[in-house]
Structure formats: C-alpha cells, structure tokens
C-alpha cells in the first residue's frame, strides 16, 4: 500500500505521538521537513500549527496538541476517503484473555488494537464510538464466552445511547483469517474485525419501572 499521509514537522513530540498513531493503525506514511516538495501521491499532509505556512499543499490538517493524536489520523482518513462522515460506523470486540477491538466505518477497517483488560476494552469502544463520525454506529461482542459478552455488553448498555444498537455475534468462523490465500489463526485484533462483520442479536436494553 502506497503512503497517502505525509508528516511533515521537526517537532520531536508531535512526530512522535501521530508516529505511534499510524503505526497502531498500520497506516504506511511519509516523514518530510515542511519546506520540502510533496510527492504527488500523497493525499493529507500533517504538520503543526507553527509549520503550517511553509506546507505547500491543498489539504493541511494541523495537530493540536490539546487533542488525541488519533483525532487528526481519523480526519487524515476521512480526508482520504472524501468522507465528512460514516453512514455506519461498527466496533467489533473479540473478548476473552485477551480483548480484541476493531473499529469499521462503511465497512474499512479504521483501526484494530489489543488490550489486556475488559476495563480498557469497554473504554476503547466507548473512546471509538464516540470520536468517530457517522450517521449510526453500532457494536458487536462477540459470544464465545457467554458471561463476558454479557458483562462487557452490561457496561456498554449503560454508557452508550439507546440508538446505539449492543448485538451479541457468533463467533463461528472468526478465529482464522486468509493471507495471500492460506488460512491462519486470527489475532484477537483479526476476530474483531471479523465480528464486526457479522450480524448478532440485538440485545434488549433494559428499562427503568
């Protein structure tokens, strides 16, 4: 995949923080000094608020220190994509020792990422579904390990909206992945993009008596 995103700073820090960002994302980049020409392949150039008048392109996005660094990537996306948003955003979550989470705007992945806790998971979700634009979002757990899904799908029911649908999805299916047509076992990043494919059933929500 060839780069579309170029950072284009001599900030140390911001280099750094939008760096790991990408890398997270898998998002390949180019590193410029802002004075340098921009190959015409790439579509976004980041920089900072300082460097900006010396970036020679039609499409700046300028990283505010004050905000996550994933923020500007998500716009650098959405730029990329001629989105100002998603109709359908879906975050997938593969519980289980581990927590996979994966993030799908129209059906591309947007980010997938690990985490070792069902506490950073369900903070994960609710970070994603709210920072990312789009006209319905919507999660899927995935079932493997019925009373898991059903805690991580508690605490979510009680920090998401009531028009954000909570479904319980089979997970049949999710735990091998193709490459370059053999299969292999999937990450647990892999099975929640897998999950997020899939279609669940749409749990109840409680009501207050």
């Not at 499409?59 to 100002?84: C, F, G, H, W």
């Not at 979510?156 to 053999?182: C, F, H, R, W």
């Amino acid at each position: 995949m060839s780069s579309k995103i170029a950072l284009a700073t001599v900030s140390g820090r911001a280099y750094y923080l939008l760096v790991n960002e990408l890398r997270q994302r898998k998002l390949p980049f180019l590193s410029c000094v802002p004075t340098d020409p921009v190959p015409p392949s790439i579509q976004v150039v980041v920089t900072t608020e300082a460097e900006r008048p010396t970036v020679k392109h039609p499409n700046v996005l300028v990283y505010d220190p004050e905000n996550e660094p994933a923020e500007t990537i998500d716009k650098a996306v959405r730029m990329i994509q001629s989105k100002e948003a998603y109709k359908e955003v879906v975050v997938g979550v593969d519980p289980g020792k581990n927590f996979g989470v994966a993030v799908l705007g129209d059906g591309r992945i947007l980010k997938k990422t690990q985490t070792f806790s069902l506490e950073k998971a369900v903070d994960t979700v609710l970070t994603e579904s709210k920072r990312t634009l789009a006209q319905k979002h919507r999660v899927r757990i995935g079932n493997g390990i019925p009373e898991l899904a059903k805690e991580i799908a508690a605490r979510l029911e009680t920090a998401l909206p009531d028009e954000v649908p909570i479904e319980l999805v089979s997970e049949v299916g999710t735990s091998t992945v193709k490459t370059d047509g053999a299969k292999r076992k999937a990450t647990d990043a892999d099975s929640a993009i897998e999950i997020a494919r899939k279609n669940g059933q749409v749990k109840a929500r409680r009501t207050e008596n």
